[in-house]
């Protein structure tokens, strides 16, 4: 099983700036990641895959880079809708799928 | 537009049997489609747990740590997909997520339901 670790578990940042997100995979799953964004009450989103694409209708200021077991999710000028929690998933070797364990932004 | 929802009791008895149901509206579950139809959930306070998987042509695939308690099952007829974990403990409270994987066995998941708050209580 492909353990995914990301941190940190809790990012406080103002509105405006900047965010990076990492995960790490315990092998390598090539470019088979993908980030999800969770809010309490609604559907959870994809909002990259493939590490680097960003899913239809996800904003510019969305981008995923990395290959291999190191990947991140930069969330660039932050607006109020994307304090949420962030999950990255393999889906290089399955089953089982493997989610990292989330990444909570909040506001600062 | 893709749409996922789940349906099901929000309280079960430990011992007893959990019972979902996924409905699918804007995709197709048919044994003739590229799609993949899952279960993810999320216990008070902790990370994603995948549950298992069913490929529309009707083969499954469940988590180690569950998989003696899962059943997934289609339904084309009615275009959704249901679960059964049997012998709930306190520990399967939780959030439980119906999802949809569509491209292929290397592809994410790419629509997601609402989610359901199941609790397991007597």
Redesign the interface.
Known sequence: EIVMTQSPATLSVSPGERATLSCRASQSVSNNLAWHQLKPGQAPRLLIYGATTRATGVPGRFSGSGFGTEFTLTISSLQSEDFAVYYCQQYNDWPPVTFGQGTRLEIK | QVQ?QESGPGLVKPSETLSLTCTVSGSSISTTTNHFW?W?RQPPG?????I??IYSAGTT????SLKSRVTISVDTSKNLFSLNLTSVTAADTAIY?C?R?SGGW??????????TLVTVSS
């Not at chain 2, 902790?46 to 995948?50: D, P, Y």
């Not at chain 2, 695939?61 to 180690?64: A, G, H, K, L, T």
Request: net charge negative.
């Open positions: 996922l899952g993810i902790k990370g994603l747990e995948w298992g998987t695939y469940s988590n180690p997520y999802a994987t290397l592809s994410p998941i790419d629509y997601w339901g609402q989610g």
